[in-house]
């Protein structure tokens, strides 16, 4: 596993130390749109990617991690 994982994984692993109900803690988002996609979030270098439909481009979208 490279470091940075590894250090992100030990903050992760205090933090539960501290509260160990806070992986099952979440919250309700109620939102009006147009349209919704469920995507799987992709690995692209360094970061996540979703793919979106190409009319899409250019109009505003909210992103909610559901697990």
């Known amino acids: 596993m490279p470091r ?17 109900d806070i992986s099952k803690k979440k919250v309700k988002f109620e ?3 147009e349209e919704m996609v ?7 270098g360094n970061c996540g990617r979703v793919y979106l439909p190409p009319d899409w481009v250019g109009r505003r979208v909210k ?5």
């Open 31 to 33: 939102v009006y749109g």
């Open 63 to 67: 992103i909610i991690r559901i697990d």
């Open 4 to 20: 940075r994982k590894k250090e992100k994984s030990a903050k992760i692993d205090q933090i539960k130390k501290e509260d160990p």
């Open 38 to 44: 469920e995507k799987l979030v992709k690995q692209s």
